[in-house]
């Protein structure tokens, strides 16, 4: 089992920067790629950004240069930097792992809000 616990969510100005992190726990090792979706209200769940085992990453275009996604394996924890956000960047975003192997197991967190507000 794998348990996803998110923070660093907030209020921020537009403009401003915030960094989420993903605290991975248990069975770590079963967990090849890690990604980070958001829900804005009255909105379908989107994908935001991904980071592999081997620290390749893919953004969605309305993200690119202005989030990153980074993996600590040390930490078991990952990240996203997030730049120059935006009211429309307002959302709950939401930590998700994929298990190795067939099944397509995935895990989710519980979510961490950011609002993006002057």
């Known amino acids: 089992q794998v348990k996803l616990v998110e923070a660093g969510g907030g209020l921020v100005q537009p403009g401003g920067s915030l960094t989420l992190s993903c605290a991975i726990s248990?069975?770590?090792?079963?967990?090849?790629?890690v990604n980070w979706y958001r829900q804005s209200p009255g909105k379908q769940r989107e994908w935001v950004a991904a980071?592999?085992?081997?620290?390749?990453?893919n953004y969605t275009d309305s993200i690119k240069g202005r989030f990153t996604i980074s993996r600590d394996n040390a930490k078991d924890t990952v990240y996203l930097q997030m730049n120059s956000l935006k009211p429309e960047d307002t959302a709950v975003y939401y930590c998700?792992?994929?298990?190795?192997?067939?099944?397509?197991?995935?895990?989710w967190g519980k979510g961490t809000l950011v609002a993006v507000s002057s």
């Open positions: 998700h792992a994929e298990q190795l192997g067939p099944g397509g197991v995935v895990y």
């Open positions: 248990g069975n770590i090792y079963i967990i090849h790629t």
């Open positions: 980071v592999r085992n081997d620290h390749t990453t």
